[in-house]
């Protein structure tokens, strides 16, 4: 067994989506997968996708934004994979809405899910990358971190989710750990889908019209962010830290 097929990964919001491609992806590359979202029953067809073609995986049920639900999931995976030396933390939610429309549970919401999920997650993984010299982590940022009308809270998040990845990198450096962010543009998912509704399109015209504005003309698939989330996470990206990957089709200012 090869040192990439040692290596544990947990991903978060690996039910669907980016979550669920992220999963299959590092489990192809030799990866054992904790495959992590709030049901832990809606994990199944990720795990049996990686199983089905010969990986490990393993489905856990738990809130990112509870400390005890963390700490318990985390451990397990330790205990039942093996140590992790791999997080993706993708889990995600979306509370949109106009800025005097915004509940203050909309904006906590989204808050608790991105940026207390990820420092929680974090925090709890860093002890076994330390412990093994060896860390990768890749945080979900995304195009909204630049602005986007009716989501402040989710741009705000975003946007805090690379300073985040930018402090990761300068205080695990020195402990063989790299912590790098990728922001999708327009990816088709359930989320993409939910704000096609907000804006009261049917979600094939909504995709079309993104396209015509994207320089490659189409939109973004799971998979897209899946093999940049790869990049970051092999054995080979070992001097790329900190950094922040747009992963759009084309330049954003």
Not at 31 to 42: F, G, S
Not at 76 to 87: C, D
Not at 129 to 153: D, H, T
Request: a negative charge.
């Amino acid at each position: 067994m090869s040192t990439t097929e040692q290596r544990v990964a947990i991903v978060t919001g690996a039910a669907r989506g980016i979550g669920a491609a992220t999963a299959v992806r590092l489990a192809a590359e030799g990866r054992a997968v904790a495959v992590l979202d709030l049901d832990e029953a809606a994990c199944k067809d990720t795990v049996e996708a990686i199983t089905a073609a010969g990986g490990r995986a393993l489905a856990v049920g738990c809130d990112v934004s509870d400390g005890a639900q963390v700490e318990a999931a985390v451990e397990r995976v330790a205990a039942e994979l093996g140590a992790p030396t791999i997080l993706v933390n993708n889990a995600g939610v979306l509370r949109d809405n106009l800025l005097f429309k915004m509940s203050e549970t909309d904006w906590d919401t989204v808050m608790n899910v991105h940026l207390r999920g990820a420092f929680l997650m974090s925090k709890a993984c860093q002890k076994y990358m330390v412990e093994a010299k060896f860390g990768r982590i890749v945080n979900l940022s995304s195009s909204s971190a630049l602005g986007n009308r009716g989501q402040v809270n989710y741009s705000a998040a975003k946007a805090g989710l690379q300073g985040f990845t930018k402090t990761l990198a300068i205080e695990l450096g020195k402990f063989g750990v790299t912590a790098n962010a990728v922001a999708p543009g327009f990816i088709v998912t359930e989320m993409t889908a939910q704000t096609a509704a907000r804006v009261g399109m049917g979600f094939e015209d909504f995709q079309a019209a993104a396209a015509t504005q994207i320089p490659v003309q189409r939109v973004g698939r799971p998979d897209d962010i899946a093999n940049a989330i790869a990049f970051f996470t092999g054995e080979a990206a070992g001097f790329v830290s900190g950094q922040v990957m747009y992963v759009a089709g084309g330049p954003l200012n």
